[in-house]
């Protein structure tokens, strides 16, 4: 299955035209959604055979991307093996904590000061948590992965072989917390678009007392059976939309 991205928008209006292109398209007005925050870091594949951990692989061209299963295995936060001797693949985000990459910045700048002293070229810092992120996850040795504080949050159940079967998302992440995934706790499931609405603007104001950076809102429609009548275009699917928050300014 393809890893498409996410039609997107930066407005209440916008996440309201996504509500009423849903309705319209079920011929229904109940429609529950899943509101997750959009985790700012780098999209990851995982495939499991019987439970254990096969492969590891970017988002790249949505169909193929880089492996990086050796990087990935040294990710405390991401099972080895799974609590089910399931096959299946799980896609979510991997991240780095604010906290850990302020860490790792003050650590290269110091490294930076000797470099300078001695006469030395600068090594590269990195310039936030997303981009510490996926340089961290990037590298050809696993070791220096390892020694960098890296995490992931599940967001996707994808095919699942001798596992259970599912009508709705949010069962399907409730399924991969009991697997061992870490699946964010702000994920909330709603029943209106003003609770939608509300849970956007709510991570808007507060998207800096999180300990992990987020850009947005994704908004899922819950129902596994609604996904699939609404389908998906060749870049996206039409049952999920991103509610971007603005670009953050900075002093460079
Ligand atoms: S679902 C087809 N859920 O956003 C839908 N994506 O702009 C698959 N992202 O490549 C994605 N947080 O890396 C989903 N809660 C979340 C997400 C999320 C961050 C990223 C993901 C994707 C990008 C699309």
């Not at 509101?35 to 780098?42: Q, R, T």
């Not at 609590?83 to 991240?95: A, D, L, Q, T």
């Not at 810092?125 to 996926?134: E, K, R, T």
């Not at 850009?215 to 596994?224: A, F, I, W």
Request: negative net charge; charged residues 30%; glycine residues 6%.
């Amino acid at each position: 299955t393809p890893m498409l991205s996410l039609n997107n928008g930066f407005t209440d209006d916008d996440v309201e035209a996504f509500d009423r292109r849903a309705r319209d398209a079920l011929g229904r007005d109940d429609i529950e959604y899943c509101a997750e925050p959009k985790f700012d870091g780098l999209a990851i594949s995982l495939v499991y055979e019987e439970g254990v951990l096969v492969r590891a692989a970017t988002r790249g061209d949505g169909t193929t991307g880089e492996d990086v299963t050796a990087n990935v295995r040294t990710i405390r936060a991401i099972p080895a093996r799974l609590e089910e001797r399931v096959s299946c693949e799980v896609r979510g985000e991997i991240y780095m904590s604010v906290e850990s990459f302020m860490k790792l910045k003050a650590e290269k700048e110091q490294e930076n000061v000797e470099r300078a002293e001695s006469g030395r070229a600068p090594v590269s810092v990195p310039v936030n948590p997303c981009n510490a992120g996926a340089g961290s996850l990037r590298q050809k040795d696993p070791s220096i992965t390892a020694s960098r504080d890296l995490s992931m949050w599940a967001y996707q159940l994808g095919e699942v072989i001798g596992g259970p079967q599912f009508t709705s998302h949010h069962a399907t992440l409730e399924f991969l917390s009991a697997l061992g995934f870490p699946v964010n706790p702000e994920i909330t499931l709603v029943d209106s678009l003003e609770s939608v609405v509300r849970f956007c603007n709510h991570w808007k104001e507060h998207r800096h007392d999180l300990p992990y950076d987020i850009d947005g809102v994704v908004v899922k429609v819950d129902r596994l059976a609604d996904r699939e009548r609404l389908g998906a275009t060749s870049k996206f699917p039409r049952w999920a939309f991103a509610y971007k928050f603005p670009a953050q300014q900075a002093t460079t």
